[in-house]
């Protein structure tokens, strides 16, 4: 006889699930383990990996004529170097790092310009990450190191003191380490329907900041809610051929017409209109009945970010109501995560799907065109995509705008952000038990941020060093 189930498809008799207290303890053993301040190790190898050599595999699958622009934005500087090193970092926290064991959903590019405002679908502006690219399970404090790095590149960069760094690397990891054990002790849903509304931030900011920075948080508001499908219609496309036509701004931004030509246009313009069509069936049924509603006027390949440089990315102008009622979407590659090498196989065949699954795991809110699709190409069987609106209220940083006291806030914001995050995916209650209620933790994440911000600026030397050797090429590109 089979065994019988019960609600929902649980067999009676199944084992009830870790209670809170052997979860908390899951989190003390590991401690024991690895201790917090363990976590200020950095240890390169003997034998670690050419930092340069990782780069360049990683271009070996892009888009050839763009290589050289990822390069030229790389070698900028080094907190640009960074941005697009989420590679080179993943191997060092895997072969130099210490682990506590503990895993959550990661955004996997945690770097302070991967936090914004964004737009929820309530068209309520919100703080959260952006990005998603490299999202994938692994241990909580990956994304923490590379947060906390992040912050002191753009510190040196700023001129800053050291003790002035460490002081809102600190701050960002007092944050998290505060918003977990808060979360620890909330109920699944109260977590759950947690998000960063700006009006509580600007509350924050009304105590914290002076004058000219609550100007400033007040002037990123206002202007992150113009950017949205008709700004990006009116800056990116023109009236060219009878209609509506994306601008030529090369190599930034080509039409597809002046890509190809013949039956390889004709080929590639019907794949992405059928990318259109098909990604919809991952969407809700009353979004994809709002798509339904827009038809492809026009379709363009777009250069996007540091990292993602040399990456398949399109733009798609649709048109609604009539020529003045726009949506434009960003069809954009997805490779296999960085983090995958290190952790475990994604769970998702499509790395399109692994994206957003990513996203809606950790966002607390997101855009209602989030989706995915495979699309057929000329030189592999197939390519995979995430769909997503170009432009939805965002807001970006500039680190090199910033005062010390207003990073410090903006730190503070990531810290509680990224802690919602793993609070939603991850096991809160073991991490929290990790983290503790004192300040170890903190002081380690602030030695290692220092000493891997150390190891950055070599690894971009290195870059610099190959582009003047003629051992990879770079352009700039504004």
């Known amino acids: 006889m089979g065994q019988q189930h019960g609600i929902g498809g649980v067999p009676y008799g199944a084992p009830p699930p870790p209670t809170p207290r052997e979860r908390a303890e899951t989190g003390r053993a590991a401690r024991r383990t690895t201790p917090r301040s363990a976590q200020a190790r950095y240890e390169p190898p003997a034998d670690r990996l050419d930092p340069v050599e990782i780069v360049e595999a990683q271009s070996a699958t892009r888009v050839p004529e763009l290589v050289p622009v990822r390069y030229g934005r790389m070698i900028e500087s080094p907190f640009r170097f960074f941005r697009g090193a989420a590679a080179v970092m993943a191997a060092d ?24 405002l964004l737009g929820s679908p309530e068209r309520r502006l919100v703080f959260d990450i952006n990005d998603f690219d490299e999202t994938h399970p692994g241990p909580w404090e990956w994304d923490v190191k590379r947060l906390a790095t992040s912050l002191v590149i753009a510190g040196r960069e700023n001129g800053w003191p050291e003790e002035e760094r460490t002081a809102i690397v600190r701050a960002a990891v007092r944050t998290y380490r505060r918003r977990i054990r808060a979360y620890a002790g909330m109920g699944n849903l109260d977590v759950w329907y947690d998000r960063g509304d700006m009006e509580q931030v600007q509350l924050l900011a009304d105590e914290r900041l002076d004058r000219r ?7 990123a508001m206002a202007k992150a809610r113009t950017r949205d499908s ?31 030509a013949g039956p390889g246009l ?9 990318l259109v069509d098909h990604y919809g069936s991952s969407l809700s049924m009353e979004r994809r009945h709002l798509l339904g509603q827009y038809r492809v006027v026009d379709i363009a390949r777009k ?37 995958e090498a290190f ?28 989706g995915w699709d495979r699309v057929t190409d000329v030189d592999v069987p197939y390519r995979d995509f995430y769909v997503r609106q170009l432009h939805d209220w965002k807001g970006i940083v500039v680190p090199q705008a910033m005062v010390p006291k207003g990073m410090r806030l903006f730190a503070e914001l990531c810290g ?14 073991a991490i929290a038990a990790y983290v503790g209620g004192g300040e170890v933790l903190d002081g380690a994440i602030a030695r290692f941020a220092e000493a891997y911000a150390d190891q950055n600026e070599r690894d971009h030397a290195a870059l610099v060093a190959a582009v003047r050797e003629g051992r990879v090429t770079a352009e700039e590109v504004a």
């Open 93 to 116: 926290l895997a072969a130099a790092t210490p682990a506590s064991g503990l895993t959550a959903q990661l955004c996997g590019d945690a770097h302070m310009m991967n936090f914004r």
């Open 213 to 219: 920075g609550r100007e400033r948080l007040a002037e």
């Open 230 to 260: 008709m700004k990006a219609f009116e800056k990116l496309t023109e009236i060219r051929d009878g209609g509506r036509r994306f601008a030529a701004d090369p190599p930034l931004i080509v039409p597809v017409a002046e890509l190809l």
């Open 266 to 274: 004709d080929r590639l313009v019907r794949e992405l209109h059928n």
């Open 303 to 339: 250069v996007v970010g540091v990292g993602s440089v040399g990456t398949r990315c399109w733009v798609l102008l649709l048109l609604g109501r009539d020529d003045t009622d726009p949506l434009i979407l960003q069809a954009k590659e997805a490779d296999r995560s960085v983090l």
């Open 343 to 370: 952790t475990e196989r994604s769970a998702y065949e499509n790395q399109g799907q692994r994206v957003v699954a990513g996203q809606r795991l950790m966002q607390a809110v997101g855009d209602v065109f989030l």
């Open 416 to 429: 509680a952000t990224l802690a919602r995050a793993h609070a939603r995916s991850g096991d809160r209650i």
